[in-house]
């Protein structure tokens, strides 16, 4: 089952947060996260492999809440190249497939 | 160090033609990934594999897709006949195992006319 994303698409102005989330039906064994620009392949952002795991570099952090099936991807400060769509990709325990999210388009507007 | 390799980047062909896709992952990645993205979503997986076995083939429409693996490299996807519903990205991924990164490449942009 796909995971859920959310918000669906939000336009920020330069030098404000987001936060992005995504949410499993299942129980998780890890969440990776990417972002795809238009046009180009998606690029990877951080893998998070245990339940309260977090995880960050420059202004862009995930966490990992295992009760709850869910990550959530933080973004401060955003500058304009954060512009992109944003997927989680979810593995369950037993199952090795990656399955990618609906997707959160982030438009970052100067 | 290289980057996954795809080719070709664009190919535009009639429904029931057939197509191949080919992909050269990164230098020590045992795991190779074929995706599936149509606009607007995210990839969906076709075939996961791990050297030259497969791992995960469930939402490869077998009737008229098919990909190998030779010798745990090189990998090729092949969609015979085609549909217009197969129209979009294709596109390649490998990483050393599934807990670390997937690197993808640019895929391939199919157009079913």
């Known amino acids: 089952q796909q995971p859920v994303q959310s918000p669906q698409a939000v336009i920020l102005r330069e030098g404000e947060d987001a936060v992005i989330n995504c949410s499993s039906s299942?129980?998780?064994?890890?969440v990776h996260w990417y972002r795809q620009k238009h046009g180009e392949a998606p690029v990877f952002l951080m893998i998070?492999?245990?339940?309260?795991e977090q995880k960050g570099h420059d202004k862009i952090s995930a966490s990992f809440n295992e009760k709850k099936q869910q990550s959530s991807l933080y973004l401060t400060a955003s500058q304009l190249s954060y512009s992109g769509t944003y997927f989680c990709?979810?593995?369950?325990?037993?199952?090795?497939?990656?399955?990618f999210g609906t997707g959160t388009r982030l438009t970052i507007i100067p | 160090e290289a980057g996954v390799a795809q080719s070709p980047r664009y190919k535009i062909i009639e429904k029931r033609q057939s197509v191949a896709f080919w992909c050269n992952p990164i230098?020590?990645?045992?795991?190779l990934y074929w995706y599936q993205q149509i606009l607007g979503q995210g990839p969906k997986l076709l075939i996961q594999?791990?050297?030259?076995?497969?791992?995960?083939d469930s939402q490869l429409p077998k009737d008229r897709f098919s990909a190998e693996r030779l010798k745990g490299v090189d990998s090729t996807l092949k969609i015979q006949p085609a549909k217009l519903e197969d129209s979009a990205v294709y596109l390649c991924?490998?990483?050393?195992?599934?807990?670390?990164?997937?690197?993808f490449g640019d895929g391939t942009r199919l157009s079913i006319l």
């Open positions: 998070l492999l245990k339940g309260g």
């Open positions: 990709g979810l593995t369950n325990f037993g199952n090795e497939k990656l399955t």
């Open positions: 230098s020590g990645h045992a795991t």
């Open positions: 299942k129980a998780l064994y890890s």
């Open positions: 991924a490998s990483s050393r195992d599934r807990e670390r990164p997937q690197h």
């Open positions: 594999f791990q050297n030259n076995g497969v791992v995960d």
